[in-house]
């Protein structure tokens, strides 16, 4: 069964750290490009970094700089480290595969307050 299970959200203000974590299950994680998303209110789900099976990363502008993602192949698991957060990185923060999604994980809740 694939499950997807985000965590490590939380209220920081601006300037501040987070580190979410992602537990995959169901899936063939070490072969898997996988990546983060985020969904601000309103908007749509937008893709905010990516990593190989390999460790290649890639970064959407927004977040260059600031994000770094990472991955436990042993442990099947993807992380985000956020630093110096803004408070327009306020979302619900998911991970998922890049290609071939599979279903949704309930996401992470990150508030940024200025």
């Known amino acids: 069964q694939v499950q997807l299970v985000e965590s490590g959200g939380g209220l920081v203000q601006a300037g501040g750290s987070l580190r979410l974590s992602c537990a995959a299950s169901?899936?063939?994680?070490?072969?898997?490009?996988m990546g983060w998303y985020r969904q601000a209110p309103g908007k749509q789900r937008e893709l905010v970094a990516s990593i190989s099976s390999g460790g290649s990363s890639h970064y959407s502008n927004s977040v260059k700089g600031r994000f770094t993602i990472s991955r436990d192949n042993v442990q099947n698991m993807v992380f985000l480290q956020m630093n110096d957060l803004k408070p327009e990185d306020t979302a619900d923060y998911y991970c998922?595969?890049?290609?071939?999604?599979?279903?949704w994980g309930q996401g992470t809740q990150v508030t940024v307050s200025s």
């Open positions: 169901g899936i063939i994680f070490r072969q898997s490009v």
């Open positions: 998922n595969t890049i290609y071939n999604k599979v279903s």
